[in-house]
């Protein structure tokens, strides 16, 4: 069965510090892999998508991930971290094509970032 | 566009009581989910439509809960009736489909629910 671990549940980091937020997956096939962030109150919103090709995949607000099939990982990058990127952040997986499951995402618990002035 | 619409925001209500949350999807998305959000569980799938077809409802805790989707700009998830562990973040979310680049979803603000 396709699952999604985030082993972090939080971080803190300094405003300023690089960050990395781990992802590891299961399953069976190449996945479609996604990074959601969550601001307190709100909605997930998309920070990045990994499909197929260059495992560097770029996001918005600065945010990168790295898809690594020899570590099943999809870790999120970014170099300079902010004081507003402090929120939680999901990864997920989605299945390929298998008939009910095919359009459903699975998410991790999450990650919790606070960062420190 | 505005993005995925849910009503209400807030909602309190007391056990027992029939619960109604809404949700207006992307146009032209023709897929959609419906999630629930808490401390304990984290972010759950209840169920998924595809074309307004329900897909995969393995997710629905137990028949207190139903979702029904009467056309393609139009969701309902129902709770009757409602009990204090049913307290959650619901969200919906819609895509442009199932498979390929179609699968980014996007949420809505989400409603959050509270049975007292």
């Known amino acids: 069965a396709q699952s999604v671990t985030q082993p972090d549940i939080h971080i803190t980091v300094s405003e300023g510090a690089s960050l990395e937020l781990r992802c590891n997956y299961s399953?069976?096939?190449?996945?479609?892999l996604f990074w959601y962030v969550q601001s307190p109150g709100q909605g997930l919103q998309l920070l990045l998508k990994?499909?197929?090709?260059?495992?560097l995949v770029q996001g918005i607000k600065g945010f990168e991930a790295e898809f690594k099939r020899s570590q099943s990982s999809f870790n999120l990058r970014k170099p300079s971290v902010h004081w507003s990127d402090a929120a939680e952040y999901f990864c997920?997986?989605?299945?390929?094509?298998?008939?009910?499951?095919?359009?459903?995402?699975?998410f991790g618990k999450g990650t919790k970032l606070s960062v420190k002035p | 566009d505005a993005g995925v619409i849910q009503s209400p925001r807030h909602e309190v209500t007391e056990m027992g009581q029939e619960v109604t949350l809404r949700c207006k999807p992307i146009?032209?998305?023709?897929?959609l989910f419906w999630y629930r959000q808490t401390m304990m569980r984290g972010l759950e799938l209840l169920i998924y439509f595809n074309n307004n077809v329900p897909i995969d409802d393995s997710g629905m805790p137990e028949d207190r809960f139903s979702a029904k989707m009467p056309n393609a700009s139009f969701s309902t998830l129902k709770i009757q009736p409602s009990e204090p562990r049913d307290s959650a973040v619901y969200f919906c979310?819609?895509?442009?489909?199932?498979?390929?680049?179609?699968?980014?979803?996007?949420f809505g603000p989400g409603t959050r629910l509270t049975v007292t």
């Open positions: 399953y069976g096939a190449t996945p479609y």
């Open positions: 979310a819609s895509s442009l489909g199932l498979s390929g680049y179609s699968y980014e979803q996007y």
């Open positions: 146009s032209g998305h023709n897929s």
């Open positions: 997920a997986v989605g299945a390929r094509g298998y008939g009910g499951s095919q359009g459903n995402l699975i």
């Open positions: 990994y499909f197929s090709g260059d495992t």
